[in-house]
């Protein structure tokens, strides 16, 4: 029997570390500042495969998010919390590929 199957607390305590404290809440600023390469060497897209092996959809679906976007903003009815103003709202604009504008 392996010292795993004999002390499983080992494999929990290895399991907590890695896994996230809230896995059911949105964090974006884990998101800021991450360069993401789309063709397969990237670890964060390895649920999409790599190689020859590459998921063939990714390009769509990636293709696909910005027009899904679009549509929604332009048929949902957008406005302001309670006690914001057009001001406060930041409009500095960045794509995957690395562009930046400010609208």
Wanted: hydrophobic share 35%; charged share 20%.
């Amino acid at each position: 029997m392996s010292d795993l199957m004999r002390n499983p607390m080992v494999f929990a305590s290895a399991r907590a570390i890695e896994g996230d404290e809230n896995p059911e809440d949105f964090n974006p600023d884990g998101f800021i500042g991450i360069s993401v390469d789309n063709k397969g060497h990237d670890f964060k897209f390895l649920p999409f495969g790599a190689g020859r092996r590459i998921c063939p959809g990714i390009n769509f679906g990636i293709a696909s998010v910005e027009p899904v976007l679009a549509s929604l903003l332009c048929t949902s009815n957008w406005e302001l919390l309670p006690g914001m103003r057009k001001e406060d709202i930041n409009t500095y604009v960045s794509s995957w590929c690395g562009n930046t504008q400010e609208y």
